[in-house]
């Protein structure tokens, strides 16, 4: 059984950057796919970013193309989200989540989820 735990969000204000991370545990870090997904308050959760398990692959919403960046560092079981020029928008509850395949799809669900970690973008 895999653990997800999130760290990094808080309050910014708009045009800053910030960086998340999630540190997995159990598992084999290095076979799973991960990404980023986010909830804003009163509305559904979406798609935000993903990486392949070689780090070779790398999937993200159209609204972050160019300012997110997702990475991954298996030695250290750990994935990050690198947030630049955020906008209010970006606000939301961001949440990891790994799956067994090895990749993303939004056809099928993550396997695995951490409890999320939240970033405010004030304007």
């Known amino acids: 059984q895999v653990q997800l735990e999130e760290s990094g969000g808080g309050l910014v204000q708009v045009g800053d950057s910030l960086r998340l991370s999630c540190a997995a545990s159990?598992?084999?870090?290095?076979?799973?796919?991960l990404g980023w997904f986010r909830q804003a308050a009163g509305k559904e959760r979406e798609f935000v970013a993903a990486?392949?398990?070689?780090?070779?692959?790398?999937w993200y919403a159209d609204s972050v193309k160019g300012r997110f960046t997702i990475s991954r560092d298996d030695a250290k079981n750990t994935v990050y989200l690198q947030m630049n020029s955020l906008k209010p928008e970006d606000t939301a509850i961001y949440f990891c989540?790994?799956?067994?395949?090895?990749?993303?799809?939004?056809?099928?669900?993550?396997?695995?989820w951490g409890k999320g970690t939240l970033v405010t973008v004030s304007s």
């Open positions: 159990g598992g084999t870090f290095s076979r799973y796919g």
């Open positions: 990486i392949n398990w070689s780090g070779k692959t790398t």
């Open positions: 989540a790994a799956d067994e395949s090895g990749y993303y799809s939004s056809t099928w669900p993550m396997n695995y």
